[in-house]
């Protein structure tokens, strides 16, 4: 009551709402412009692959986007490990804001496509994995990593049967510590899952079985393949949580509420940021591979300084000094720690004895790690429309093309914009989504 003024709840509601659309536009004409807005956008975007769908009262259903920049980016340069993610959408009409995003050479969060639906089921997941499909195809060396909603897990296996799916391991272990009990036992099932070698996966997987079988039942039954980094019959580096969606999810908090068009126009609007920054960044980098992976190189050569190295033959060594003797070979790149073979960057081991025949530990990396694969994933601009709405000429069938909005229903009780954040909300919040990964777990110490 700042101005001696006071008005309920539902009138200041109204009146937000009210100023929102006055700045944003009405929400019923932004499923009008829908059809003329992705026309204008693929003109401005060559490549690019737009899509929507109506129902049979011609109210809208689905809505796909994915710009032909960041999908060729991804092919040359992109570690192919695609994280999906729903989330829900604050405007009038609701919907569901669904996600796919990867983590480029230099691990910060890049875009692949979005999606706008109606509801987040088997029918929205199943349609939008074939709208990726469009621009991603099916491969064994492709894959998926997500939450345990069923219906992604359906639609994965559906559209994408040669690809292998990994689910987040931090919401197992939320499932872990909500269902069961067990002291210790959520850190030993993350320090499983993270763990590089058989040898040292099972050892752990037998403590978790002696505290708790049943805890160690339900890691089986949710499939050790999933969850298990050495256990993945494919490959997933460094990526076991679907934070960077959830990150891209969080970036996008207040457009969330906007409605669609604007929402869109924000989506966008981040890409051309971010493809700028990270051109900008990669053209003045002068070293060989990107600044995470060469500060990740530098921590290495630190711990390895002591070790000793023994030729067994022109391209195989015996490393001697750290928790256990390991088996580097430089031709196949792979080390038996297991590191080197799981992340395609060199372990403190093989940088050791690569140093001992004169090798840089760059050759030794794998080329989505280079400056030069982190600049082509940004050579090219996520360009805006160019023309003012007034002006936008589209075909004679889009022109014609109408959308009607939603059905709108109001949900029950008092309306609100965000759900109460949990402890976990506020911890991702704090940590930020500056286009990088969450670092590190509070609870179980996972570094993502």
């Known amino acids: 009551m700042v101005h001696g003024v006071e008005i309920s709840y539902s ?53 796909f986007i994915s710009f032909g920049q960041s999908v060729r980016g991804f092919f040359a340069a992109i570690r192919k490990v695609i994280v999906v993610d729903g989330t829900f959408l604050k405007s009038k009409y609701k919907g569901v804001l669904l996600v796919t ?49 069923s219906s992604i897990a359906k639609a994965i296996a559906r559209v994408y049967p040669q690809a292998h799916h990994g689910i987040c391991i ?12 067990g002291k210790g ?23 978790i079985f002696a505290i708790s079988p049943e805890i160690g039942q339900y890691l089986i039954d949710a499939d050790v393949r999933k ?14 949580t679907t ?18 068009i604007p929402l869109l126009d924000s989506i966008r609007e981040m890409m051309t940021r971010w493809f700028f920054k990270r051109r900008t960044l990669s053209s003045k980098h002068s070293k060989p591979l990107t600044i995470a992976v060469e500060k990740k190189i530098d921590r290495r050569i630190e711990k390895g300084k002591t070790f000793k190295v023994f030729p067994v033959s022109d391209h195989r060594f015996l490393v001697q000094g750290d928790t256990f003797d390991c088996s580097v070979d430089l031709v196949r790149r ?40 982190w600049r082509s994933a940004y050579e090219e601009s996520i360009n805006p429309i160019s023309v003012p709405e007034d002006a936008w000429k589209v075909p004679s069938h889009v022109e014609k093309s109408k959308i009607l909005p939603p059905e709108s229903r109001r949900a029950a009780g008092r309306r609100k914009k965000r759900r109460y954040e949990t402890a976990e909300d506020k911890i991702r919040s704090s940590q930020g989504t500056q286009g990088s990964t969450v670092r590190k777990c509070s609870r179980c110490g996972i570094e993502d």
């Open 243 to 260: 934070n960077p969606a959830e990150s891209i999810n969080a970036a996008l908090r207040t457009p969330r509420e906007f409605p669609v």
């Open 11 to 63: 009138l200041a509601w109204d009146a937000r709402e009210y100023a929102i659309n006055a700045v944003k536009g009405i929400p019923e004409k932004g499923y009008e412009k829908i059809p003329k807005y992705l026309h204008m956008m693929k003109e401005a975007n060559p490549g690019s692959h737009t899509f929507y769908e109506r129902d049979t009262k011609g109210r809208f259903k689905f809505l």
């Open 170 to 181: 931090h919401h197992l272990l939320n499932n872990v510590v909500t269902y069961f009990s």
């Open 185 to 207: 036992v959520v850190g030993l099932v993350a320090k499983a899952s993270k763990a590089y070698r058989a040898a040292d996966f099972r050892k752990v997987f037998t403590a």
């Open 227 to 240: 969850w298990a980094r050495c256990q993945f019959p494919g490959y997933r580096f460094d990526i076991r």
């Open 334 to 373: 792979t080390c038996s720690c297991g590191k080197f073979d799981l992340m395609k960057i060199p372990c403190r081991h093989a940088i050791k004895a690569g140093f001992s025949v004169g090798i840089r530990p760059h050759t030794l990396t794998d080329d989505m790690y280079t400056t030069a694969s």
């Open 101 to 149: 995003t990867v983590l480029d050479g230099n691990s910060s969060l890049y875009h692949i496509a979005f999606g706008v639906v109606d509801s987040e089921n088997d029918l929205a997941w199943n349609w939008f994995m074939r709208q990726l499909n469009v621009v991603i195809a099916d491969d064994h060396s492709l894959a998926f990593v997500s939450d345990r909603n």
